[in-house]
């Protein structure tokens, strides 16, 4: 595989569930992202995770819990979530260590659907 | 903090017909400017970036977009469009968070394509 993967593509849950959304990327990239992409809102970028630290964290409820157990990997648990919490939760991945804004590579997304 | 406006949320055009897809900024320093494109049910995928340098950049799929300072703007161009065009196109400033970037982007522009 090449790229930014996510698994699953589509999750559908209950309020009272926990599940775990899955990235990898196969780049030999550095950072990692989580965003959450809800309708007619812009992408909202939910963590950074840049040599396996978290870096940024922008003031996700604690519902969402990121993991980065290693470069190539991330994810996303979740638990107690509320309706307003569906969307569509996109990984991405950067070269990092740049010191420079660069490119961001993105997978094609876990739409989430809470019931 | 950086914004990023697109004034636009849906444009529709005939296929063969030219194209420009407006973005603004705010950001204080020099930007780093990116242009993505989304399709149905997709992740984001790169179309150009702006870093420094010519003010033209070039895109994949006949993409290009202009950076003017003056303006803070950054608009996307294509000389005719193709039915595949058909997606939503966001725009982005990108920022450094520690060693990772910080991607803010806009609300997007939805592109409709008629034959």
């Known amino acids: 595989e090449t790229g930014v993967t996510q698994t699953p593509r589509h999750l559908v849950m209950g309020m009272t569930n926990k599940k775990s959304l899955k990235c990898e990327q196969h780049l030999g990239h550095n950072a990692m992202y989580w965003y959450k992409q809800s309708a007619k809102k812009p992408l909202e970028l939910m963590f950074v995770?840049?040599?396996?630290?978290?870096?940024e964290n922008n003031s996700v409820p604690s519902r969402f819990s990121p993991e980065c157990p290693n470069s190539s990997h991330l994810f996303l648990h979740l638990h107690t979530l509320q309706p307003e919490d569906s969307a569509l939760y996109l990984c991405?991945?950067?070269?990092?260590?740049?010191?420079?804004?660069?490119?961001?590579?993105f997978g094609p997304g876990t739409r989430l659907l809470v019931l | 903090a950086q914004s990023v406006t697109q004034p636009d949320i849906h444009i529709t055009v005939s296929e063969g017909a030219s194209l420009e897809l407006r973005c603004n900024y705010s950001?204080?320093?020099?930007?780093?400017l990116f242009w993505y494109v989304q399709s149905p049910g997709q992740g984001l995928q790169l179309l150009l970036k702006y870093f420094s340098g010519d003010t033209l950049v070039q895109g994949i799929k006949g993409f290009e977009a202009e950076f003017k300072r003056s303006q803070s703007s950054f608009n996307l161009r294509k000389p005719s469009v193709h039915w595949s065009d058909a997606a939503e196109y966001f725009c982005a400033v990108g920022t450094l968070s520690g060693t990772a970037s910080k991607l803010t982007f806009g609300t997007g522009t939805r592109l409709q394509v008629t034959l």
């Open positions: 950001y204080g320093a020099t930007p780093y």
């Open positions: 991405a991945s950067s070269r990092g260590l740049a010191g420079d804004a660069e490119t961001q590579y």
């Open positions: 995770y840049s040599l396996e630290e978290r870096v």
